[in-house]
């Protein structure tokens, strides 16, 4: 069961890599687009919407391959690659945590931090069971969901302490 890590490359703090996947360039100062790079294919994720929490991802030639559409208020949504439907679901309670299921079967566990130099960790079981974009995929959403929670945190405990 290979674990692998999104890991910011040394000299170029935008530039995000998986090992033995492929890449993350994140756009702009907020990170709200990457362009995605594997196998000598490119993607784009961008995140779309009023509230910006729905993503979408378009291949080179500008067509839609996949879109992530989150649950109401809860955590987690639905993953749609090319023909198929996937979950994107909580697997724990107190983490950004994430199992990415066809079905019943988890493909791969998503373990997501927000910022940083290690922002995702995915454990994947049978790597042939997942295409490379569609991780890069999966790995730029919970990175965001990551980045939203910490977010959403750090206003709660600004609030809290301001008494506002």
Do not use: C, H, N
């Amino acid at each position: 069961m290979p674990e692998l890590e999104l890991t910011r490359t040394p000299g170029d703090r935008r530039v995000y890599t998986l090992d033995g996947v492929g890449t993350l360039r994140l756009e702009g100062p907020f990170s709200r687009a990457a362009l995605a790079e594997a196998d000598g294919a490119s993607w784009r994720f961008a995140r779309t919407g009023f509230w910006r929490r729905s993503v979408l991802a378009v291949d080179g030639a500008g067509a839609p391959v996949g879109r992530f559409e989150p649950r109401g208020l809860r955590r987690g949504g639905t993953v749609r690659w090319l023909d198929r439907e996937l979950a994107l679901r909580p697997a724990g309670s107190w983490r950004e945590r994430y199992a990415l299921a066809d079905r019943d079967r988890e493909i791969a566990v998503l373990d997501g931090k927000g910022w940083g130099r290690r922002p995702v960790k995915v454990i994947v079981d049978d790597p042939d069971a997942v295409e490379p974009e569609l991780l890069l995929f999966a790995a730029f959403v919970v990175r965001g969901l990551a980045a939203d929670a910490q977010g959403a945190a750090g206003a709660g405990a600004s609030a809290a302490a301001t008494g506002g």
